[in-house]
T-cell receptor
Framework: RKEVEQDPGPFNVPEGATVAFNCTYSNSASQSFFWYRQDCRKEPKLLMSVYSSGNEDGRFTAQLNRASQYISLLIRDSKLSDSATYLCVVNPRGDAGNMLTFGGGTRLMVKP | DADVTQTPRNRITKTGKRIMLECSQTKGHDRMYWYRQDPGLGLRLIYYSFDVKDINKGEISDGYSVSRQAQAKFSLSLESAIPNQTALYFC??????????????FGPGTRLTVL
């Protein structure tokens, strides 16, 4: 079993749609969670951290369910510019420093 | 100018050749990392360094070596390249962020093809 698993997609949605991605992680001791965004042939960039209480940044909402060991990302009112691959990233506490484990990514394509 | 730069951006080489990928950063971060990315597999850690005197193996270090020449420079070498090392390679840096969360900042990547 992979440490961090994501549905690779692609998710094809029309502009304005709401779309949600889930991610599961295997290490129950994990403490830090993130969503990174990666555009085609570009480097990953931090989209948002995921906190236990859930957090929102504009049209993006991230949730964490520790009991079920999954993380979700909700995108409301999708824009064409949201088309990218979204990487679920976990940092198991106890690893030295910031040793991130990456999921394989979920590809989102927003259509006009 | 970009905070994390990588050279070369693209490289095609032959099996058995020695290759060096270079990474430089102007962010002043102590921590630097090398990853490779393969389709569907996500990013996998090759080596990491927490300061100039500290080098550590990551998940997939076999066939690779690194050198931390200075705080700002971290190089990855393939001593004898093989075709399954064809991948997209990323360098990253990190420092202490808010709430003790270390965000990683990535370079633009080096696309390496080994024939």
């Amino acid at each position: 079993r992979k440490e961090v698993e994501q549905d690779p997609g692609p998710f094809n949605v029309p502009e304005g749609a709401t779309v949600a991605f889930n991610c599961t992680y295997s290490n129950s001791a994990s403490q830090s969670f993130f969503w990174y965004r990666q555009d085609c042939r570009k480097e990953p960039k931090l989209l948002m951290s995921v906190y236990s209480s859930g957090n929102e940044d504009g049209r993006f909402t991230a949730q964490l369910n520790r009991a079920s060991q999954y993380i979700s990302l909700l995108i409301r009112d999708s824009k064409l510019s949201d088309s990218a691959t979204y990487l679920c990233v976990v940092n198991p506490r106890g690893d030295a420093g910031n040793m991130l484990t990456f999921g394989g990514g979920t590809r989102l394509m927003v259509k006009p | 100018d970009a905070d994390v730069t990588q050279t070369p951006r693209n490289r095609i080489t032959k099996t058995g050749k020695r290759i060096m990928l270079e990474c430089s950063q102007t962010k002043g971060h102590d921590r630097m990392y090398w990853y490779r990315q393969d389709p569907g597999l996500g990013l996998r850690l090759i080596y990491y360094s927490f300061d100039v005197k500290d080098i550590n193996k990551g998940e997939i270090s076999d066939g690779y070596s690194v050198s931390r020449q200075a705080q700002a420079k971290f190089s990855l070498s393939l001593e004898s390249a093989i075709p399954n090392q064809t991948a997209l390679y990323f360098c990253a840096t990190s420092d202490l962020g808010e709430a003790e969360v270390y965000e990683q900042f990535f370079g633009p990547g080096t696309r390496l093809t080994v024939l």
